[in-house]
């Protein structure tokens, strides 16, 4: 059973963001599976490094299109302080877990999920009216 839904609530209406939005969904239901099958010895290492990996390309594009339509400066930086803050805390699980500690990944995919949502439903939807007027891919 999936940890996340994609449903219409989570898109930003932008084509490209809310496709990089359904994979990082897919990447956390994935991370959850390899936990709920018992396979989260072999798998959920490589499968959370793939979900970084990827996370930091959609923050790129996201902070390019921000400076494209020249998002508010305020913002925007309180908006990339929130990627920054994301990227932190999901290294510090990830060291963890490369320590052994099996005991975080229900508060990892805990915070994964939650995070993404809130983020996406709060912070995200705040760019749509500029991103939208300007017609982003």
Known sequence: MPLIL???SL???VESLDHQHQNMVQYINELHDSYETGQSQELFA???QKLILYTQEHF???EKYMALVDFPEAEMQLHIDEHRQFTKKV????SQLAKGDREILMPLMKFLSDWLIHHIQETDKAYVPAFTAHKLP
Do not use: I, K, R
Not at 91 to 94: N, V
């Open 6 to 8: 994609w449903t219409s």
């Open 11 to 13: 898109s930003v209406q």
């Open 46 to 48: 490589p499968l959370l």
């Open 60 to 62: 790129v594009l996201e």
């Open 91 to 94: 290294h510090a699980f990830q």
